[in-house]
């Protein structure tokens, strides 16, 4: 019905229900103006599907006892001490990066005045410089005693990068994706003839592709993100923790199942049943919903307004994409597609999730 719509050019989805592929569909077209069909081994721009894999890393060397939850991010990098606005430097835990209570913004002016790089527009910055200019935009709130979707996660990003030594995308592969054999995700392409044009949401017909930096209106025309696509091919943009990946649903699908699962060759059990809690305690974010350490944790179904029940945990990708995972019905889903804003935050997704849990009793099929 979507793409019938035209309010996405083409998507992959698959479903996994107690450790079986249940779904796998192929919609529209991967590159409409060639006429060329969605593929079912796409690579797509991962945006924020970006950061539980760096939480997930970040959790890995953890256990290696590489660094500490309560560990100032100072401990690692120095020059990371940005100020209230009364200009009290408070302390920044690790632990704080990972579930967005560290008071880091996501933008406006005092970003723009710092010429910070958000992880979506093209930007020559070094991981580093981009840091070192975040660290002058005043916080938010105090540290813990928030939420905001700001920039934590490229900050664990510079973190984790400067524990390991290399690059973030070294650190990724080497607790991460390479364990989990996932060669098709990181923070390079592996193969540009499977990642598509990205398309943007044109509320007066089809979807908009995206050529050059490209301003996308959020939702109910507040707010918005600038995007460019070819960023991920300019090897001297820094590789952002919080948006800077690319990867297939394939892979994306084999890394949920590894943390449904009890966390796999990277994770401990106990790691991940801690992983996968409320982890900002009584701190407001949105209504049925708290934050666990690696994405959005339902709490409360009906307040959420979502057939998902508790300790059901998800998150979405910018570009367009969602996924979750709930443990009491032992299911993982992936949505991907190539449109920004719909299958992130519009209606196509919710109608995936309520027409899933309209139906659990699907029996299981090889994918096609």
Known sequence: MAIAEHRIVGSVIRICKDG?????????????????????????????????????????????????????VTDVLDYFTPAL?????????????????????AGGPAFDKAGVSGGMSDTDLSLHDNLRRLATVPLV??????WVYGKGMDVMGGVLASIHGGSLDDAVCHYVTGPLGLSD???????????????????????????????????GGSGGVTFFPDRVFNPRSFQSGGSGGV?????????????????????????????????????????????CFVAALV????????????????WGGIYGHRWFVDPINKLSVVMMSNTAN??????FP??????????????????S
């Open 20 to 72: 079986q592929l249940v779904y796998a569909n192929t919609a529209g077209l991967h590159d409409r103006e060639a006429g060329i069909a969605m593929r079912d081994d796409a690579i797509f721009r991962l945006a924020s599907f970006t950061k539980p894999l760096v939480a997930a890393t970040a959790l890995a060397m953890i256990e290696k006892g590489l660094l500490r939850l309560d560990q100032p």
């Open 85 to 105: 606005t009364d200009g009290s430097r408070p302390m920044i835990t690790m632990a704080h990066l990972l579930t967005h209570t560290g008071g880091i913004g």
């Open 141 to 146: 709130h105090t540290p813990g005693e928030g």
């Open 185 to 219: 995700t990181g923070f390079f392409v592996s193969d540009a003839s499977r990642l598509g044009p990205a398309y943007a949401d044109n509320p007066g017909g089809a979807p908009t592709r995206m050529t050059g930096s490209t301003f996308v209106p959020g939702r």
């Open 247 to 291: 990867g297939t649903a394939a892979d994306f699908m084999a890394f949920l199942e590894t943390l449904r699962t009890g966390g796999g060759s990277i994770l401990s059990p106990a790691t991940m049943a801690m992983a996968t809690q409320n982890q900002i305690g009584s701190v407001v974010r949105e209504p049925g919903s708290a934050f």
């Open 299 to 314: 709490t409360d179904p009906k307040a959420a307004d979502t057939p998902q029940p508790p300790g059901t945990y998800e």
């Open 342 to 347: 719909e299958c992130c935050s519009g209606p």
């Open 350 to 367: 919710k109608a995936v999730r309520n027409a899933i849990y309209a139906d659990l009793r699907i029996e299981p099929k090889p994918p």
